[in-house]
Structures are given as structure tokens and as C-alpha cells.
């Protein structure tokens, strides 16, 4: 108990009791104590509420209490601090259904010594920590068990049968002699089925990150420049409407996560397409930046308002109104490419007005391995 003095709370409706407690602690060299006194159930719930208390000395015959009852109330004002029963009878029956109500000890009145005040106190605080410590690890067990169960049902128990979905969709799309009606309502499912996997996929990534299981990268030699030009071909034959502007400069190789990299890619380029008019133009750019490389994808969409831009990255959050744009995912793509940036050790910025439109920035260091070339 060395450092500052604990600040203990004692309830106590007698007081000569009250007097006496507190002398023997005065008598005790080795602890210091800062004793608040209070006489009523109701004050010791509303200091608990209201100040910093490190351990509670709590009588069970108040006149405002209702014997063990007391202590449920004072656990539920201030779960975390530790309390000691005072009573005055000796009842090893009464003591028990005291620690079972979740006090920490039992002294009783007569028996009480500065010493036995002080190792009951002291012991009372050590329980209080390793309880906590314990309910911390169950919670954390209980965590990673709810994660398991979780990705298994994302994993296996939906994106299974949507996979059924999707492919016999695409059968009845190729082989299926369909009239025009019946392909155009086919074509929908396998859209709708597309998009469904794409939100499963958002939210196994966005529950890796938020329960720790995080990114696990494999990292291989690969072409940035591959991967944007196969991106952006694949949402011209989705959006044969837009218009794509594709720039490549530089040195596009370096070693990063390419599926990743590309899904990271795709939801920037896909951000651009919904957040902007069907007749403007889609710009992706990619050149090299100090020792990596840096991608640029801009649009001509409705500037994002200003209190959003400091949370454009957090998880839910959307760049636009979405009354303004088609609803075609959870929000998280964005949160998605934060975290596979974040875990290649690069970063994403973003601008946005009027006058100069939305861009986004995606920077990646190469981490070339030793010995290999830049081509």
C-alpha cells in the first residue's frame, strides 16, 4: 500500500464504531488511509457514483439498508471496487452468503484489530484484481469463440449456398434457352447473388479486424499496372456506359498481397463510379512516390461534406448522402482499403471540393526483397 494513501469508504451507521475503526487504522504504520464516513446506504451509492474509492467497509444493519441486500446495491453503484462486511454477529453461515452476494471478506465488530483490518483490506483489493483479471480472460475466450462461430457462419454456412446461387444462375444464363423476360430476371440473381459476396467478404475482413485476427498477408513479386488494368476492365464491362481514364507511369513492380491490392483497388475505383454522374469520367493514375508507389483515383461526384471527411475511413461510415447514390454495399469498403493499406505498411489519404473533385491517394512502399530487380 506504499505511494498515495487509499481512499477507503466506510459505512457505518454507529458512530462509535465508526470512531473506533478509524483509530485502529490510524494506528497502523505501514498503511495510510484517507477514510470517508458516511452513515446511510443511499450517501455510500452516491459517493461510489460520484468520486474515486478504493475499497468499501460496509455495515449490514443500516437504517436505510436491508442486511446482505446492501451489498448487490453498492457492487451495482461501483462493480470494480472491492468491499468488507462489518457485522456484529459472528455467523460463519451469514459470512458465506456475504462473499456469495460478492463481497470480498467478513470481519466482525469486536474482533476487529488494526492489523486484521488492514490484511482483510489488503486482500480484498488482491481478490478484486484477480477476479477482474479472470472475467477479462473469459471475456476475451468468449470473444474468440463468438469470432469462430461468427466467420464459420459467414464462411461456410452462407457463402455456400450463395455460391449455388450464383453458379446455377450462370448456368441458366449460358445454357438455359431462356426467353428475354426469364434471362433479364436470372441476370438479376446473378447480380444480386454477386453483390451478396461481395457484402459477406466485406464483413468477414471487417470482423478479422475489429476482434484481432487482422490481415494475413502473402506478399509475392507482382505488377501494380496488371492489376489496375485488370480492375478497371472488369467495371467497363459492368458500367459499359462510364467513361475510364487509366495512367500508368513508372515502376509498377513490388511486393504486396495482389488479391488484396486488387480488392483494395476495386473498392476505390467502384467508390468513384457510384459516387459520380454517369457522364463524367473515372480517372485512375499510378507513378512512383519516394520508395513506392502511389495510386490515384479521382471522380467528379458531389464533394464529400467536410464533417465526414475525418471518419471517411471508419467502418459504416458512407462519402455521400446515399439519397444521392445507388445503396450497393454495408460502408465498409473504404474500411476495408484503410486496413489493407495500413497492413502493407502504406496509407490512404483523400481530398475533396468543388473545384477539384474527390481524389483519392493509395501509397505502398515495394519491400522488394533483396537481390530483386526492378524490371
Known amino acids: 500500500m506504499e505511494g498515495r494513501p487509499l481512499r477507503l469508504l466506510l459505512v457505518e451507521d454507529n458512530p462509535g464504531d465508526a470512531r473506533l475503526l478509524q483509530e485502529e487504522l490510524k494506528e497502523i504504520s505501514t498503511a495510510r488511509f484517507d477514510v470517508l464516513h458516511v452513515e446511510r446506504l443511499a450517501d455510500a451509492v452516491r459517493v461510489l457514483g460520484a468520486s474515486g474509492v478504493d475499497a468499501v467497509l460496509l455495515d449490514l444493519s443500516l437504517p436505510d439498508g436491508q442486511g446482505l441486500a446492501n451489498i448487490p446495491r453498492l457492487l451495482h453503484a461501483a462493480p470494480a471496487v472491492p468491499l468488507v462486511v462489518l457485522t456484529g454477529t459472528d455467523d460463519e453461515q451469514l459470512a458465506v452468503q456475504a462473499v456469495h452476494e460478492g463481497a470480498q471478506d467478513y470481519l466482525v465488530k469486536g474482533q476487529v484489530t488494526g492489523p486484521l483490518l488492514v490484511r482483510a483490506l489488503r486482500y480484498a483489493i488482491e481478490r478484486k484484481r484477480v477476479e477482474e483479471g479472470l472475467q477479462r480472460e473469459e471475456a476475451a475466450r468468449q470473444t474468440a469463440v463468438f469470432r469462430e462461430q461468427f466467420l464459420g457462419i459467414l464462411g461456410h454456412d452462407l457463402r455456400n449456398p450463395l455460391q449455388a446461387i450464383s453458379g446455377n444462375a450462370a448456368l441458366l444464363l449460358r445454357y438455359g434457352g431462356l426467353a428475354e423476360p426469364q434471362r433479364k430476371a ?94 463524367t469520367s473515372v480517372t485512375v493514375s499510378v507513378h512512383d512516390e519516394d520508395e513506392g508507389l502511389r495510386m490515384e483515383v479521382h471522380n467528379w ?18 462519402a455521400q448522402d446515399m439519397r444521392s447514390a445507388q445503396r450497393n454495399g454495408l460502408g465498409l469498403g473504404l474500411y ?20 477539384e473533385g474527390t481524389r483519392f491517394g493509395l501509397y505502398l512502399p515495394r519491400f522488394e526483397s533483396a537481390g530483386a530487380s526492378l524490371r
Open 301 to 318: 461526384g458531389l464533394p464529400i461534406p467536410g464533417e465526414r471527411l475525418p471518419h471517411i475511413f471508419d467502418p459504416f461510415v458512407r
Open 186 to 279: 436470372v441476370n438479376r440473381i446473378s447480380i444480386s447473388a454477386d453483390r451478396m459476396a461481395r457484402m459477406i467478404n466485406d464483413l468477414l475482413d471487417f470482423t478479422r479486424t475489429r476482434l484481432g485476427g487482422g490481415y494475413a498477408l502473402t506478399r509475392a513479386r507482382m505488377n501494380l499496372h496488371d492489376v489496375l488494368r485488370q480492375v478497371v476492365e472488369e467495371l467497363e464491362v459492368a458500367h459499359p456506359l462510364r467513361r475510364f481514364e487509366l495512367t500508368l507511369a513508372g515502376n509498377g513492380w513490388g511486393e504486396w498481397d495482389a488479391d488484396r491490392i486488387a480488392q483494395a483497388a476495386s473498392n476505390l475505383v467502384g467508390n468513384a463510379v457510384q459516387y459520380s454522374p454517369e457522364d
Open 336 to 355: 476495408i482499403t484503410y486496413e489493407i493499406a495500413r497492413a502493407h505498411g502504406g496509407m490512404v489519404q483523400v481530398s475533396s471540393t468543388p473545384q
